[in-house]
């Protein structure tokens, strides 16, 4: 069933996370050391910055949209050479220092509307005879959709998908 699978892929995620655990160095020590030394995370780490001092410049209504490539310049770190500047790679930081709370709390809202509809689905699933939990086709493929869009919403985090859809395709 459905559970079963999510109990293995939480038990497989669980094993993994004690194994980097008790490795020689921790997991989180390894990481941060990892990604510290990363020149793409320093770049994005350094955009970011930039882009919520936009969005301080604007807090309630951001700049417009469309006007991060016009505006960035006149924050970015001189430490920052690796992007053209044309995206900040963190939709959700764009979105607030183009257009405010507002904007940025729409995919998020989207997020947490389709995670409720999943979750409303998987508790409404049918019983069969044998007792088991079952998911329709249509149900099935909703779930795969769910995960599709969420994907989408996550790398936002990390890029630039939302305002290139060439990309989130």
Do not use: C
Not at 120 to 136: E, F, I, M, Y
Request: proline share 4%.
């Amino acid at each position: 069933t459905w559970r079963n699978a999510v109990a293995s892929l939480a038990a497989v995620a669980l094993g993994y996370t004690i194994v980097a655990a008790l490795g020689p160095e921790t997991g989180i020590e390894r990481l941060t050391r990892d990604i510290g030394s990363d020149n793409s995370v320093k770049a994005r780490l350094l955009m970011w910055e930039s882009t919520l001092e936009l969005y301080r410049q604007a807090p309630l209504t951001g700049h417009g949209i469309g006007s991060y490539k016009l505006l960035y310049p006149s924050v970015r770190s001189p430490e920052e050479t690796q992007s053209s500047g044309d995206f900040a790679h963190n939709d959700y930081a764009q979105l607030l220092a183009e257009g405010g709370p507002f904007l940025a709390a729409m995919p998020i809202a989207l997020g947490i509307w389709l995670s409720l509809r999943v979750l409303r689905l998987a508790r409404g699933s049918q019983k069969s005879p044998d007792r088991q939990s079952t998911l329709s086709t249509e149900d099935l493929e909703r779930i795969g959709l769910y995960f599709g869009v969420t994907a989408i919403l996550i790398h936002a985090f990390f890029n630039f998908i939302i305002y290139v859809s060439a990309i989130a395709i």
